[in-house]
C-alpha cells in the first residue's frame, strides 16, 4: 500500500514536469519582428542638424545615436527636418567630415576632450 | 523498520519520477532527440517576418579550407591571438561529432559560428542587457554597454563568446577601416554580418566560400532558398535538445 503510495509521488512529479515544459512550449511568440528596413544613406551633403546646434549639442546627438544603433539595427534611422533619413553610424558622420583628417582632433585638442570613440573605431588619423 | 523510511522514499519516487519522464518523453519529442525538427525553424505563432539563418552544406566544405574564417576576420577586424585563453573567434572549424553530436556520421571540420539562437541563453544571462536579440533574430552585442563580466561566455553552450583580455588593436597587422575593432574588457562573437546585411550585402563568410557551402536566408520565409534546402535535406542543428532554437544548421 505505501510502497505504491510513494511510486504515485513520483509519478506525480513527472506529470507536472510535463505539464510545466508543455506551458513553457506554448509561451514562446514574442514581439513581433519588424521587416528588414532599406539601409538608409550613409551620405549627405549636409549635417543632420544646422551646424552652429551640432557645435554644441554633437555629443548629445552621439549619445543618441550610440544609444540605438546597435539595438535598432537597421531601423536606427535619423530623420532630419528637411525629410532626409540617414543611418545612425558614426560612418554617416565620417562620410563627409572623415575627408579632413583633423576635424574632431583639432577641437577636441583644443578642448582637452577626450571621448572614446577611437578605442573602436577607426578615426581618420588611423587610415592611411 | 521504519528506520530507512526516508532511504526508500526517495529511491520509489525516483523510480516513479524516471518512468513518468520516460513516458513523457515518447509523448512529448517527436522524432529524434538531435535531429533538426520542423518546429525548430518553422515560424511559431506570434513570430513572423525575418529571422535570419545560416545552413551548411558540409559535403562541399573541403578539407583545410579557411577562406570563409579568414574573409570574416579580416572583414571584422578580429585579431589574431596564438595563446588558447585571449584566443578570439567568430568562426572556427571543428570535428564534426563533437559539434554535432553522435547523430553526424563525419569526423571531417565543419564551420562554427554563433548559432543566433531565437531563444538565446547569452541574453537571459547579460546584467546589462548589451547582448540581445533583435528582431530580425540576430543576437547581437552592444559593445558600448558591454562590461566585460563575461555571463554570456559561461552561459552560452556554444562556446560561441570571446573575450578581449588585451587590446586587440595590437594584434591587428590590417585592420578594416569601415569595421570598429573592439577594446579590452569587452566580449564579442559573429554579428551574422548585420554590419553588411544593412547595406544589402550577403555575409561575409557566404560570399567567400568557393563551392556555395552555406545558405543564408529568411527562415521565417517559405519560399527562401533556406527553407527549401532545410524542407528537401536532413539536417542538424548544435544541441537542439536545449532549447536554444538555434538559427544555424548543418548538412552532413
Ligand atoms: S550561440 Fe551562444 S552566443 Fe550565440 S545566440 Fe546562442 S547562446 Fe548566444
Ligand atoms: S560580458 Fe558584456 S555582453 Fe556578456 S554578459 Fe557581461 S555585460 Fe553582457
Ligand atoms: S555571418 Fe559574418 S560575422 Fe558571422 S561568421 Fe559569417 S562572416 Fe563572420
Not at chain 2, 22 to 48: I, K, Q
Not at chain 2, 69 to 86: K, Q, R
Not at chain 2, 219 to 228: A, F, K, T, V, Y
Amino acid at each position: 500500500m505505501r510502497k505504491r503510495h510513494i511510486l504515485f509521488i513520483g509519478l506525480l512529479a513527472a506529470l507536472l514536469m510535463a505539464l510545466l515544459f508543455s506551458f513553457h512550449a506554448g509561451t514562446e511568440g514574442e514581439a513581433p519582428a519588424s521587416q528588414a528596413a532599406q539601409a538608409a544613406a550613409v551620405d549627405s551633403s549636409s549635417c543632420v542638424y544646422p551646424k552652429e546646434y551640432m557645435h554644441t549639442h554633437h555629443m548629445q546627438v552621439l549619445e543618441d545615436w550610440k544609444n540605438t544603433a546597435a539595438h535598432e539595427g537597421p531601423d536606427a534611422v535619423h530623420e532630419t527636418a528637411d525629410g532626409r533619413k540617414l543611418q545612425k553610424n558614426l560612418s554617416t558622420c565620417l562620410a563627409c567630415h572623415g575627408s579632413n583628417r583633423y576635424f574632431c582632433f583639432s577641437c577636441h585638442a583644443y578642448a582637452n576632450a577626450q571621448p572614446n570613440c577611437w578605442n573602436c573605431h577607426i578615426s581618420p588619423l588611423e587610415t592611411p | 523498520m521504519m528506520k530507512n523510511d526516508r532511504r526508500e522514499f526517495i529511491r520509489k519516487a525516483g523510480m516513479g519520477l524516471l518512468a513518468g519522464m520516460g513516458a513523457a518523453s515518447g509523448l512529448l519529442t517527436g522524432g529524434g532527440f538531435e535531429r533538426t525538427t520542423s518546429a525548430a525553424w518553422a515560424a511559431v505563432p506570434g513570430e513572423e517576418g525575418l529571422r535570419w539563418g545560416m545552413l551548411f552544406d558540409t559535403r562541399r566544405c573541403p578539407e583545410g579550407c579557411t577562406l570563409c574564417i579568414e574573409s570574416c576576420h579580416h572583414t571584422h577586424n578580429v585579431p589574431d591571438i596564438a595563446s588558447l585563453e585571449g584566443k578570439i573567434e567568430w568562426m572556427h572549424k571543428e570535428n564534426g561529432r563533437e559539434l554535432l553530436g553522435s547523430l553526424c556520421a563525419s569526423t571531417a571540420a565543419v564551420p562554427a559560428l554563433c548559432n543566433h539562437c531565437a531563444e538565446p541563453s547569452c541574453a537571459r544571462a547579460c546584467p546589462t542587457g548589451s547582448i540581445f536579440r533583435r528582431t530580425d533574430g540576430i543576437v547581437a552585442i552592444d559593445y558600448h554597454r558591454c562590461v566585460g563580466c563575461r555571463s554570456c561566455m559561461q552561459s552560452c553552450p556554444y562556446g560561441e563568446v570571446s573575450f578581449n583580455w588585451s587590446d586587440p588593436r595590437a594584434a591587428l597587422k590590417n585592420p578594416t577601416v569601415e569595421y570598429p575593432t573592439r577594446q579590452r574588457g569587452v566580449v564579442e562573437k559573429c554579428n551574422f554580418c548585420s554590419d553588411r546585411l544593412v547595406r544589402g550585402k550577403k555575409p561575409s563568410c557566404v560570399e567567400a566560400c568557393p563551392e556555395g557551402a552555406i545558405s543564408f536566408g529568411n527562415l521565417n520565409d517559405p519560399s527562401s532558398e533556406i527553407r527549401r534546402l532545410l524542407e528537401s535535406s536532413e539536417t542538424l542543428q548544435r544541441k537542439p535538445e536545449l532549447g536554444t532554437r538555434p538559427s544555424v544548421f548543418y548538412i552532413i
